[in-house]
């Protein structure tokens, strides 16, 4: 299903592997198991693709919208 998944509650994030080699990495956002947000780019690697979930998701917990 997914690489990585990290819990910060109530969020779960999922770095979605590349559906090819050498393709790219994009991540998913679930609320309680809800999808709620997708990556809306491609990441070269599976660390940038984490790192930006959880700078969305840590927005998310702020309550910022951008």
């Given amino acids: 299903m997914s690489d990585?998944?990290?819990n910060i509650h109530p969020y779960t994030?999922?770095?979605?592997p590349p559906k090819e080699d050498g393709g790219a990495?994009?991540?998913a956002i679930r609320k309680h198991g809800k999808l709620a947000q997708r990556s809306d780019r491609s990441y070269p690697s599976?660390?940038?693709a984490q790192a930006a979930g959880l700078a969305t998701i840590e927005k998310?917990?702020?309550g910022s919208d951008r």
């Fill in 25 to 27: 990495y994009n991540w």
């Fill in 60 to 62: 998310l917990l702020s």
């Fill in 13 to 16: 994030l999922e770095v979605l």
């Fill in 4 to 6: 990585i998944e990290t």
């Fill in 46 to 48: 599976e660390a940038k």
